[in-house]
C-alpha cells in the first residue's frame, strides 16, 4: 500500500512564503512524475508544478518564477517553495505521484495526498 503524507501549509500574508512537503511511503519501487496540484474553493483542480524523475519540471504560467518543485529520489520526496505568495494561491494543495510498484511491470500508479490547506491574506 502506497501512502503520501503532506506537509507545510497554512496560513500567509501576501508577500510571503512557505513550503510544502510530501513524502511517499510503501512497496514502491520508482516514482515517473511527482507533482502538486491545487483547488481553490468553487474551481477546478489544476496542476501547479510537476517534476519527473530526471529533473524536467513544468510550471502552471501562474506561479513561475515564484514556485520551485524539487524531489529526492532517495527519499520519495517532493517539494514545493513557495515564494511571493498571492491570495489567488489560496485553496488545497495536493501531491500526486505516478509510480511503478513492481519491477519490470511498467504499469503506472496514480496515488494523491489527502491535501493541506493554503491560505494566504491580503
Known amino acids: 500500500q502506497v501512502q503520501l503524507v503532506e506537509s507545510g501549509g497554512g496560513l500567509v500574508q501576501a508577500g510571503g512564503s512557505l513550503r510544502l512537503s510530501c513524502v511517499a511511503s510503501?512497496?514502491?519501487?520508482?516514482?515517473?512524475?511527482m507533482g502538486w496540484y491545487r483547488q481553490a474553493p468553487g474551481k477546478r483542480r489544476e496542476l501547479v508544478a510537476i517534476?519527473?524523475?530526471?529533473?524536467?519540471?513544468n510550471y502552471a504560467d501562474s506561479v513561475k518564477g515564484r514556485f520551485t518543485i524539487s524531489r529526492d529520489n532517495a527519499k520519495n520526496t517532493v517539494t514545493l517553495q513557495m515564494n511571493s505568495l498571492k491570495p489567488e494561491d489560496t485553496g488545497v494543495y495536493y501531491c500526486?505521484?505516478?509510480?511503478?510498484?513492481?519491477?519490470?511491470?511498467?504499469?503506472?500508479?496514480?496515488?494523491w495526498g489527502q491535501g493541506t490547506q493554503v491560505t494566504v491574506s491580503s
Open positions: 517534476i519527473l524523475s530526471g529533473g524536467t519540471t
Open positions: 500526486k505521484i505516478d509510480a511503478v510498484l513492481r519491477a519490470g511491470i511498467s504499469m503506472i500508479h496514480e496515488y
Open positions: 510503501g512497496s514502491i519501487f520508482s516514482i515517473n512524475a
